[in-house]
């Protein structure tokens, strides 16, 4: 090894090893480079985007990203723990969102349809550029969703998310369970296509835009207030429901949301 090159010891743990390549998962191993780099560095270097990692214990102590390695560390990296309050301990984690809002990436429809289904306030476009996700993420405060690692490793970004999966009903789960959203589910309260909120419409006036079949077994409907389209529960419920719940989703529905 060159005098030049310094090393230290990593351990990844939990589905950060989902990052590394396998002779590195789930072990401790050695790493070198040059000069005095922050961890940050190092750990993206090493494929794991800053994003997925929520402490960082560097010879047993709690450290930030801006931490320098000088070589001969032991460094631990832990990812999000969705139910292990880590207030106290963590230097890493950002300001949490008020409300929780997305914007997802160009592959992500399916799952953006889920998410709007359940009402949360989703932005997706099937032609949204890396860059143009960091920027939304920034101005709107949106958390970024993505199956990127690169677009994650843009230094600017502080709030998103790998996901594991790629079924999108198990990814609906995977962004339930990681930032605890469960109990703030409402469904069919947003426009599956545009995002916008609905709001409820008289029968009478819903009956001259639905099929005859619907205006005969239909009670209730609802309008997006952006893009006028039109909803009523229909015989896709039950389905709709039963697909959701095989993944653990229950989607409780009131008459009135629907």
């Given at each position: 090894m060159p005098e030049s090159l310094r090393r230290c010891e990593f351990r990844f743990y939990e589905e950060l090893n989902d990052f590394l390549p396998p002779l590195r998962r789930k072990r401790t191993f050695e790493h070198e480079f040059d000069g005095t780099p922050s961890v940050k560095d190092r750990i993206e270097a090493l494929g794991v985007p800053h994003t997925e990692v929520d402490l960082i214990l560097v010879d047993e102590v709690s450290v930030d990203f801006g931490h320098l390695l000088r070589g001969g560390e032991r460094v631990a990296v832990y990812p999000t723990f969705e139910r292990?309050?880590?207030?106290?301990?963590?230097?890493?984690?950002?300001?949490?969102?008020?409300e929780p809002m997305f914007v997802l990436d160009v592959h992500l429809g399916r799952l953006a349809g889920y998410l709007r289904l359940l009402g949360f306030d989703t932005r997706y476009r099937n032609d949204f550029a890396d860059l143009?996700?960091?920027d939304i993420s920034l101005a709107e405060h949106r958390i970024v969703l993505t199956r990127d690692r690169g677009v994650l490793k843009r230094s600017a970004l502080t709030h998103g998310a790998f996901l594991h999966e790629t079924d999108p009903r198990r990814q609906l789960r995977e962004v339930l369970d990681r930032f605890d959203l469960r109990s703030r589910?409402?469904?069919?309260?947003r426009c599956s296509r545009c995002n916008g909120l609905l709001a409820?419409?008289?029968?009478?006036?819903?009956?001259?835009e639905v099929p005859p079949g619907v205006?005969?077994?239909e009670h209730e409907f609802s309008r997006c207030r952006e893009c006028a389209q039109l909803y009523w529960p229909g015989s896709h419920l039950p389905k709709l429901r039963r697909r959701l719940s095989e993944v653990g989703v229950m989607l409780e529905v009131d008459s009135q949301d629907a």
């Open positions: 292990l309050d880590l207030t106290g301990v963590t230097k890493l984690r950002p300001r949490p969102l008020r143009e996700l960091v589910i409402a469904p069919f309260t409820p419409v008289p029968r009478d006036e819903a009956l001259a205006a005969r077994h």
